[in-house]
């Protein structure tokens, strides 16, 4: 079983960050898209090729991101009309995102299979991650996932 870890910087204006292997060596580099429209995340591999996209959809009655790998739409993460708290759907064909995905401790699970999981590391200067991939074909999906729901908080919660 593989493990990642996203370590972002607290302050960070640029949204920059990696993607470390259990080494502390950089295997992903996310940059955010600074002040620009769409919002945009990309993940890159370390040839710096990108291999997804998480995009906030700017014209859409309530927000929208959309998680592309490799050039095809494989999620999407919607915001639910409701009055009370903020909802969320997570839509992805196969994929389903089982626990308590606000939280970032959650089970990805394709065709009825765990292929990863995601929880937050405790008592971290600003967000940490652990994500521990079992299908490695899923590895690049999981990292644009956490991108994409970290993403969605911070674009609630601001």
Known sequence: MKQLYIKQKVFSVSGKFTVKDHQEKDIY??????????????IMNTTRDEVARVTKKTFSFLPKFLVEVNGREVVTIKKEFSFLKAQYTIEAAGIVVHGNWWDMDFQVIQHGEVVGTVSKEWFTWGDSYKIQIVDEEMETIMIALVVAIDCVKADSSG
């Open 29 to 42: 580099y996310v940059e955010g898209s600074f002040m620009q429209i769409p919002k945009t995340f990309s």
